[in-house]
């Protein structure tokens, strides 16, 4: 199992990317959460497969048809418990 922090920046508030991020992950088994910053990223916190965080990690490089990804940053880490899921956090 991998966990990833991920920060994505761009266009990608306001575009349904939380929304669309849930999505690809339910289909893909990563569980976590995608959450809004101050700073109009968005912070990801992701487990997954091996297999599974790649194809998650493509995807985000992409984003929905409205986003406009700039810049993805993704770094492994060890959570502090195993995530239920994936939810949109606020």
């Keep these: 199992m991998q966990h990833y922090q991920i920060w994505v920046r761009g266009k990608v508030q306001g575009v349904w990317f939380r929304k669309s991020t849930r999505r690809e992950a339910m289909s893909l088994g990563v569980t976590g ?3 809004n910053e101050k ?3 968005v912070y990801i916190e992701a487990s997954a497969s091996a297999e599974a965080m790649s194809e ?3 995807w985000l490089k992409l984003g929905p048809p409205l986003a406009r990804v700039d810049s993805l940053s993704a ?3 060890h959570p502090e ?3 239920n899921g994936f939810q949109i956090a606020y």
């Design 39 to 41: 700073d109009g990223s």
């Design 75 to 77: 770094l492994p880490f």
């Design 81 to 83: 418990k195993a995530y």
């Design 33 to 35: 959460f995608a959450r």
């Design 56 to 58: 998650f990690i493509d």
